[in-house]
């Protein structure tokens, strides 16, 4: 079966890729790295993750796509692999304590 990704990926660009339900994540991977100039694979490592809502998944990249449950027009994202690990979008007054509660530093 045949299905239009769209890809967001680490530079702010949104590809769209024509890949087939029994292509494996990490052949997306590679396609993904062609299509933003990195041919060599010297540029920053990252992973695909898949967007549902506001949760991110991190795919397996072992797996064919319709193992992973990806369908035509899913929103894919190119994140660093330590980035990866946060699997939901959050702002980042969410993520951080505000400045007045958190510790002063020694020499302030």
Known sequence: MALQLQIYTLK????????SSTDTAASLNVRVQRATGDVTGSGPPFCLCHAEGDTLTLLDESQSLAALGIRDGARLFARRPHHAKTTTFEAIYQTTEPGFLQPRLANS
Do not use: D, E, Q, S
């Open 12 to 19: 702010g660009r949104t590809l769209t890729i024509a890949a």
